[in-house]
């Protein structure tokens, strides 16, 4: 199982960036998908996911700048990430859960059985 991150880059404080998460193999609009990242020195933490259903969580650390989305048709998980903050800085993770896995309200790391390798995003001051 393989999952593909893409779109990560550097940008100023107030910026836009779109991540990117494609699955090598397999359909993921069947699977709960989730965004998380983490920052040098500290610990993984949850961004947002998006169940079988469609229904979405998003952690209140980006509530309002960021939004998850399936795009069923090009088979893509994609994190919409506006007015960026140098806090945001971090290697960005696309993650899901084996089929009939849902996605629970805690955005929780360990919960999660699929892990891409990553996209650096660098947000300056």
């Known amino acids: 199982v393989r999952l593909v991150e893409s779109g990560g880059g550097s940008v100023q404080a107030g910026g836009s960036l779109t991540l990117s998460c494609t699955p090598s193999?397999?359909?993921?609009?069947?699977?709960?998908v989730a965004w998380f990242r983490q920052a040098p020195g500290k610990e993984r933490e949850g961004v947002a996911s998006?169940?079988?259903?469609?229904?979405?969580v998003v952690a209140e650390s980006v509530r309002g700048r960021f939004a998850a989305s399936k795009d069923n048709k090009n088979n893509t998980l994609n994190l919409q990430m506006n007015n960026l903050e140098p806090e945001d800085t971090a290697m960005y993770y696309c993650?899901?859960?084996?089929?009939?896995?849902?996605?629970?309200?805690?955005?929780?790391?360990?919960?999660?059985?699929?892990w891409g390798q990553g996209t650096q995003v660098s947000v300056s001051s």
């Open positions: 998006v169940n079988t259903d469609g229904t979405r």
């Open positions: 993650a899901a859960k084996k089929y009939g896995r849902r996605c629970l309200a805690a955005l929780l790391p360990n919960d999660y059985d699929w």
């Open positions: 193999g397999w359909t993921l609009s069947s699977y709960c």
